[in-house]
């Protein structure tokens, strides 16, 4: 499985960013897909994962701000970020997981965001 993730940027305070994470290979629906990030001078964190039959689950620095969602038919997952702050800045990976999203066998490359006025 080969995962590409794209979407981030440079926002304000407030605003929203929708990160996407496509992947080529067979049996996407197979896999758990986390979303991960590292910010400057920090470890990598899981931000967010959704397992191979929907179920999602977030980190407590994310609840109710950021939504994860996949679309098993485009191989494709996404994770809607809605009222972002600065201390959200870092690099977004994706990653891909047989079961459990912090043990992923693939990873994606990953995609800067930046919250910043």
């Known amino acids: 499985v080969q995962l590409q993730a794209s979407g981030g940027g440079l926002v304000q305070p407030g605003g929203s960013l929708r990160l996407s994470c496509v992947a080529s290979g067979s049996d996407f629906d197979y896999y758990a897909i986390g979303w991960f990030r590292q910010a400057p001078g920090k470890e990598r964190e899981m931000v967010s994962c959704?397992?191979?039959?929907?179920?999602?689950g977030y980190a407590d620095s994310v609840k109710g701000r950021f939504t994860i969602s996949r679309d098993d038919a485009r191989n494709t997952a996404y994770l809607q970020m809605d009222s972002l702050k600065p201390e959200d800045t870092g690099v977004y990976y994706c990653?891909?997981?047989?079961?459990?999203?912090?043990?992923?066998?693939?990873w994606g490359q990953g995609t800067q965001v930046t919250v910043s006025s």
């Open positions: 959704i397992s191979s039959s929907h179920s999602t």
């Open positions: 990653a891909a997981a047989p079961s459990r999203c912090d043990r992923p066998d693939y």
